[in-house]
T-cell receptor
């Protein structure tokens, strides 16, 4: 079974400083991995996805993630945090099952950005 | 393009009552998903439709939850009777096909008292 573990439930950074949200995955095959963001009272939005192409994946709003097979990690980073980045972030792995597929979500990391 | 629409946005009911949620996916999206997101957890897939057929309902509590997608467009999710542990946000998502990006609606926040 596929799974993801988000290592921090809360992360707080100052505006303008780097962001690091950590995610480890468990997969019996080459995984498809995603990061989603959820702002309060809004739907989940896809930030970026890894599907076995380049290991460094660039997403929207300046975010990027690096797939490291040796470490089974897919950490999300951003060089400089903005107030609008405050939200909940989910690391997600896709589980394939013949005719079906499902997204397996982590428990989420709440990012706070201090002025 | 219009996104995934859900209604109502909020609902408060007493335990043992019934409730229904509605989802209108993005036009042309064949695959529709219902997720349950309990406070402090990530969303969990309840049911997946391909057009108007169910392809995965393995995590749907079928003794109280039901869902349908008539004509392969809109979908409704029903809970009858509701329990306290059903308090959650119910998210609807749609995609062009099962391997494509899923687009999520804003969700319906259900509180069962």
């Amino acid at each position: 079974a596929q799974s993801v573990t988000q290592l921090d439930s809360h992360v707080s950074v100052s505006e303008g400083t780097p962001v690091l949200l950590r995610c480890n995955y468990s997969s019996s095959y080459s995984p498809s991995l995603f990061w989603y963001v959820q702002h309060p009272n809004k739907g989940l939005q896809l930030l970026l996805k890894y599907t076995s192409a380049a290991t460094l994946v660039k997403g929207i709003n300046g975010f990027e993630a690096e797939f490291k097979k040796s470490e089974t990690s897919f950490h999300l980073t951003k060089p400089s945090a903005h107030m609008s980045d405050a939200a909940e972030y989910f690391c997600v792995v896709m589980e394939y099952g013949g005719a079906t597929n499902k997204l397996i979500f982590g428990t989420g990391t709440l990012l706070a950005v201090q002025p | 393009e219009a996104g995934v629409a859900q209604s109502p946005r909020y609902k408060i009911i007493e335990k043992r009552q019934s409730v229904a949620f509605w989802c209108n996916p993005i036009s042309g999206h064949a695959t529709l998903y219902w997720y349950q997101q309990i406070l402090g957890q990530g969303p969990k897939l309840l049911i997946q439709f391909q057009n108007n057929g169910v392809v995965d309902d393995s995590q749907l509590p079928k003794d109280r939850f039901s869902a349908e997608r008539l004509k392969g467009v809109d979908s409704t999710l029903k809970i009858q009777p509701a329990k306290l542990e059903d308090s959650a946000v119910y998210l609807c998502a749609s995609s062009i096909g099962r391997l494509y990006e899923q687009y999520f609606g804003p969700g319906t926040r259900l509180t069962v008292t």
